[in-house]
């Protein structure tokens, strides 16, 4: 069975462009997670998508979005691009939302905000 | 909101040896998950072992066992006969187990980085 995937793996922007960031979840997974991961803050939550429904958001402000397609792949889009958005973007798939359900995480998408 | 950390930014241990990576969280729930997961130079990060704060046995896989104790709110990682592949990240992290299945996603430390010396 194939991973999680994440296109592109590395994105170089500018301030105030706009990003779309994609995932493709395992097979049969419905639940997606977005995370930012960045040396200061750490790995933080962004936002989960299931059945192509927001479920949980995390505390980013609303530049940062998202959203999931009838077969689970997922896009999320960073608009109005700050130099503090430069980060390892990381997917994560679950078969089912929340709960003790194991996350595989994807490689992620290297963002850099010039 | 809940709150995970990690105290040990870095540790170092012999192959074949032990060693425990300490975790301690803030929660106001009772009922809620705890993941640590590795994160190898690659970035690809994967799921060591998970415990489920309703159970009090200790989760184990294989060489990997944890040290729940749920009223110090502690969650230390146990690596016994460390190999070279263990080398990482590793991160704790804490999901609630509120209905919705955790408003905040996963809620992760700050890692602490685990080098293998041959």
């Known amino acids: 069975k194939a991973g999680v995937t994440q296109t592109p793996r590395y994105l170089i922007k500018t301030r105030g462009q706009q990003v779309t960031l994609s995932c493709s979840p395992i097979s049969g997974h419905r639940s997606v997670s977005w995370y930012q991961q960045t040396p200061g803050q750490g790995l933080q939550f962004l936002f989960e998508y299931f059945s192509e429904t927001q479920r949980n958001k995390g505390n980013f402000p609303g530049r940062f979005s998202g959203r999931q397609f009838s077969n689970s792949r997922s896009e999320m889009n960073v608009s109005t691009l700050e130099l503090g958005d430069s980060a390892l973007y990381l997917c994560a798939s679950s078969p089912r939302q929340g709960g003790p359900n194991e996350q595989f995480f994807g490689p992620g998408t290297r963002l850099t905000v010039l | 909101a809940q709150t995970v950390t990690q105290s040990q930014p870095e540790m170092s241990v012999q192959e074949a040896e032990t060693v425990t990576l300490s975790c301690t969280y803030d929660t106001s729930e009772s009922d809620y998950y705890l993941f640590w997961y590795k994160q190898p130079p690659s970035r690809q990060m994967i799921l060591v072992i998970r415990?489920?704060?309703?159970?009090?046995q200790n989760a184990t896989e294989n060489r990997f066992s944890v040290n729940f104790q749920k009223a110090a709110k502690s969650f230390s990682l146990k690596i016994s006969d460390s190999q070279l592949g263990d080398a990482a990240m590793y991160f704790c992290a804490y999901r609630s187990a509120s209905p919705g299945g955790g408003a905040d996603g996963l809620t992760f430390g700050k890692g602490t980085h685990l080098i293998i010396q041959p």
């Open positions: 415990q489920e704060a309703y159970k009090q």
